[in-house]
Structures are given as structure tokens and as C-alpha cells.
């Protein structure tokens, strides 16, 4: 287990940005973990946004947020942004980031929420139209 901590949601319009943020406590060996974003909206599924591979190599995104939304890692900080450009109003939602332990980099596992073993509380964004 590892204790993730969101920071970064907030309010903006119809084509602004937001950056998030997940940090996780030192001396948590970050990279033993693939990190994953996910964003879930009142009475719906938690849905895959965007992960990056444990050494930061590789990365992977939602199509409805592809060339728009980048994440990457630091992982002597442990910390792992997500930085969101051209923001729609579709995009609102709690947004989650979460780590997985292991070195497993296949999409059909690392975009399902049950591959993840950790989560953080979840940071509010708000866009409006």
C-alpha cells in the first residue's frame, strides 16, 4: 500500500488548464509502481485517464484526453503530475490518481481500477461551459 495525496482540482473554463498533483511519502520507492489517473463522475464508473510506466518511459492515455492531458513522474520526489490543457466541460469530474506494484506494462491491465492497489482521495475539477 501506498498513501497518495492529490492536490491541483479547482474551477476553470471551457479551455483552460489545471495541473494536478500526487505526491507520496519519502522513501516510498515510487518507482516499483505504475501510476495511473482515473476520474469518476457521481453514479458512474471510475474511468481511465492516463498512466505512466514505472521509470517514466512510457506513457498512455483515455482517447478523449489524448493531446491535451499529459502526465509524467519524478520519481526521486515521488510525485506524479497531470498537467490538463484544453479543458471541456466533459472533463468534470473527482479525479484519483493510483499506484500499482509491478512491472506488468499492458494496457488491458493498467487502465482497469481493480489492477490498482492504492488510491488517493480524490481532488474536485470543475469546468464550465
Known amino acids: 500500500q501506498v498513501q497518495l495525496v492529490e492536490s491541483g482540482g479547482g474551477l476553470v473554463q471551457a479551455g483552460g488548464s489545471l495541473r494536478l498533483s500526487c505526491t507520496a511519502p519519502r522513501d516510498t520507492f515510487f518507482g516499483n509502481y505504475i501510476l495511473g489517473w482515473f476520474r469518476q463522475v457521481p453514479g458512474t464508473d471510475r474511468e481511465f485517464v492516463a498512466a505512466i510506466r514505472w521509470d517514466g518511459r512510457m506513457t498512455n492515455y483515455a482517447d478523449s484526453v489524448k493531446d491535451r492531458f499529459t502526465t509524467a513522474r519524478e520519481n526521486a520526489k515521488d510525485t506524479v503530475t497531470l498537467q490538463m490543457n484544453s479543458l471541456k466541460p466533459e472533463d468534470t469530474g473527482i479525479y484519483y490518481c493510483?499506484?500499482?506494484?509491478?512491472?506488468?506494462?499492458?494496457?488491458?491491465?493498467?487502465?482497469?481500477?481493480?489492477?490498482?492497489?492504492?488510491w488517493g482521495q480524490g481532488t474536485q475539477v470543475t469546468v464550465s461551459s
Open positions: 493510483a499506484a500499482m506494484s509491478g512491472f506488468t506494462w499492458v494496457r488491458t491491465i493498467y487502465t482497469l481500477p481493480q489492477s490498482y492497489g492504492s
